[in-house]
């Protein structure tokens, strides 16, 4: 069982997902400055750059976000249409053009934010997808039945240019309580197409929640045995939140009110922090990894260290990869490593063993919330990983330029 930590830190909101007495997760969010992540906006298309097939949108602000061209076909310009809502259309955009606009990518070092028109509105049960009009399932969720009935009734309720991924909470979800969030979900995003179309341009459409709002939002029902903070103010927010959409979850939420020792102590969160930010991560057999973010990809080289050499060399080549392979997927998660990770382990010249461990990675990564690809082991042994891009990396986000250290 997992829990759900919310508390201060050097004047950010830090929360931690703990999961089997170790922390998996950890996301820094600066109070006054939420993420833009998410955000939706009407921005002026600044410039428009052939040779990368781009536009760059100005989002006021001095914020100026990348809008892929090859990517968008269909855009959403913020201008009243025959239904009074935004116009939603297949046409070429042109310099001073109002569009609408949400932040897909947060900015990583000098890369600006990643802006799509696909527009995604996340719930606990959907995620509604404008200009894509698949509909789609979660990876967890198995065939049978239930899937197949679900499927013909979303598709007599799809009535616009959006698309329907189920998300895992659905499964055995009553008809009715699905079809009040898919209702709720469709008119949300008529409140954004309308109000899109007679607001002014570099207006905020949607604000992005909270990261800790987003964490109970994508948890499975039941998984977290305790959601804690030690913030009234966090309590109050995640307090209405469940209370409106998560009500199995309310009994779980608890305000820790023990002055003597802090959250972050109770759970050895600096010092987690700390660890992550380190290149070294030893394992409990001795061996350690050395993590090598660069500006292509990220290298995980896995070393021996100080197992005893009198053993069985294979079994403990064996031993150190299978703990290396799980530290390796929970340490990407925790440090929210993404792009192109290449793992280097300890050779091993048992075909059996190298399958063991790959099948052991798999399953390890398919605990991440972000899409996470185990891709092969080449000829020379190294297994290559991709991971989707979301948020800014660990070390990015706290020591920005510093970069991280031994």
């Known amino acids: 069982m997992n829990k759900l930590i ?40 600044k410039n428009i750059v052939k040779n ?45 053009d109002e569009i609408v606009v949400q932040v897909a990518r947060d900015a990583v070092k000098t890369k600006d934010p990643v802006l799509t028109s696909n527009l995604n509105f996340a719930g606990k049960y959907f995620v509604l997808t404008l200009n894509k009009t698949q509909l789609g399932f979660s990876s967890k969720l198995k065939g049978g039945p239930w899937k197949e009935e679900t499927r013909w009734w979303l598709e007599e309720r799809q009535n616009g240019p959006y698309g329907i991924i189920v998300r895992t909470n659905a499964e055995g979800t009553k008809r009715e309580v699905l079809e009040e969030e898919l209702l709720s979900l469709q008119e949300r995003l008529r409140h ?21 709002i987003q964490g109970l939002r994508d948890s499975y029902s039941g998984s977290l045995e305790a959601i804690l ?67 292509a990809l990220t ?66 990564l398919k605990k991440d919330s972000v899409k996470t690809v185990l891709v092969e082991m080449t000829k020379l042994g190294l297994v290559e990983i991709t991971r989707k891009k979301v948020r800014k990396p660990l070390h990015e986000t706290i020591l920005g330029s510093r970069g991280s250290g031994e």
Request: with cysteine.
């Open 6 to 45: 919310v508390t201060d830190w050097n004047g950010q909101v830090l929360t931690a997902l703990m999961a089997d007495g170790r922390c998996r997760y950890l996301q820094p969010e600066p109070k006054k400055e939420q993420t833009l992540l998410g955000t939706i906006w009407i921005g002026k298309v």
């Open 299 to 364: 290298v995980v080289d896995v070393n021996t260290g100080k197992y005893d050499e009198k053993k069985n060399a294979a079994e403990t080549v064996l031993k150190i990869n299978l703990e290396a392979a799980v530290e390796t997927a929970r340490q990407l998660c925790l440090r929210n490593l993404s792009g192109i990770i290449i793992v280097d382990f300890i050779d091993m010249a048992s075909e059996e063993d190298k399958k063991l461990l790959l099948e052991t990675l798999e399953t390890e």
């Open 192 to 212: 954004i197409l309308t109000a899109a179309a007679c607001r002014t341009c570099y207006s905020v459409l949607e604000e992005a929640e909270p990261f800790y």
């Open 52 to 96: 990368i097939n781009a536009a760059f949108v100005d989002l006021g602000g001095g914020r100026t976000g990348y809008y892929s061209l090859s990517e968008h076909k269909t855009h959403i310009f913020a201008r009243p249409g025959a239904d009074g809502m935004a116009v939603i259309a297949e046409a070429n955009i042109k310099q001073g």
């Open 229 to 295: 903070t030690d913030s009234p103010e966090y309590y109050a927010q995640m307090k209405s939140y469940l209370e409106a959409q998560k009500s199995e979850d309310l009994k779980r939420l608890q305000l820790y009110t023990d002055k003597s020792l802090p959250l972050i102590k109770l759970y050895s969160l600096e010092s987690t922090l700390e660890s992550a930010l380190s290149k070294r991560v030893w394992l409990k057999s001795g061996g350690y990894l050395v993590i090598e973010p660069t500006e």
